[in-house]
């Protein structure tokens, strides 16, 4: 394979997984929204830039034509995330893409989660357009806690004792380029869970053996996060939120870790792993 589009690769997963193409030696296209943001995909080793109006379709076209895949990635708790992977894989499908990859989330198909139920719906457009694509199903990320775990706090607005399966950001990113560069893949799905049950408490306790400095955790009321960080937010993208955290609060976010074993062929990092080389 010689180019992949990967789609939002100016965020976090995109540009984790753009570093991890271009390490097996893969020309990546970066579909980002805005020329702005291009300089931020150059960084992470893009050869090239096409801006995509993921909401419109417009430059979708164009951004597929050539590429040998398609790796695609919405933006986050996105409302029109069914209609924007409808557009991405029927652009796929007139350029005729040989591998298409869709970054959904793990239990997409839980109903108390709305964003996680689009992710379900979208992988169904995916697959009625392209039934060869690969579906990546990722827990959360350690990279979510990683600055505030080196800062000294843990503060998140759910609980802090029910377990989590949270998988290292550079794993899923080596699972991405692994399947869109080798045969085999084709039509399957792979929940992407680390290889440790965690709760958030248990995380900081962790943290602080690494560090060697004190960790606090602390639980953020629901009014707090409401009043401070989900007061930017559109009001859907801020009910989503509040429906994962009331879903983290009955039952944290757990998955098995045996594909991910097997895709990378080694164990997956762990949180001390990432904290101790991060």
Do not use: C
Not at 161 to 166: A, D, G, R, V, Y
């Amino acid at each position: 394979m010689t180019t992949v589009l990967v789609i939002g690769a100016a965020g976090k997963t995109g540009r984790a997984v753009t570093r991890s193409l271009t390490s097996h030696g893969v020309t990546v296209r970066a579909a980002v929204r805005s020329p702005e943001r291009a300089e931020t995909a150059y960084a992470a080793g893009a050869r090239s830039i096409s801006v995509v109006d993921l909401d419109s379709g417009l430059g979708l076209d164009d951004a597929v034509d050539g590429v040998d895949g398609v790796y695609h990635l919405a933006p986050n708790v996105h409302p029109d995330e069914v209609a924007i992977a409808d557009r991405v894989a029927g652009a796929a499908v007139r350029a005729g893409v040989a591998r298409f990859v869709f970054h959904s989330v793990l239990h997409p198909h839980d109903p108390s989660m709305p964003h996680h139920l689009r992710k379900a719906e979208a992988e169904k457009v995916v697959r009625t357009h392209l039934p060869g694509a690969t579906v990546l199903r990722p827990a959360a990320y350690h990279q979510n806690l990683l600055d505030a775990a080196h800062a000294g706090r843990l503060a998140v607005p759910y609980s802090l004792e029910t377990p989590f399966t949270n998988v290292d950001l550079d794993d899923v990113a080596e699972v991405a380029a692994t399947v869109l560069t080798r045969p085999g893949h084709e039509g399957v799905t792979y929940d992407l869970a680390g290889p440790e049950v965690l709760s958030v408490r248990e995380q900081a306790h962790v943290a602080a053996d690494v560090l060697g400095h004190p960790v606090e955790v602390v639980r953020v009321e629901v009014a707090e996060w409401v009043a401070g960080p989900g007061a930017s937010l559109a009001p859907q993208a801020r009910d989503d939120l509040l429906a994962m955290f009331g879903s983290y609060d009955r039952g944290g976010l757990v998955g098995e870790a045996a594909a991910l074993r097997r895709l990378l062929g080694r164990e997956p990092r762990s949180w001390a792993d990432v904290i101790t080389h991060t």
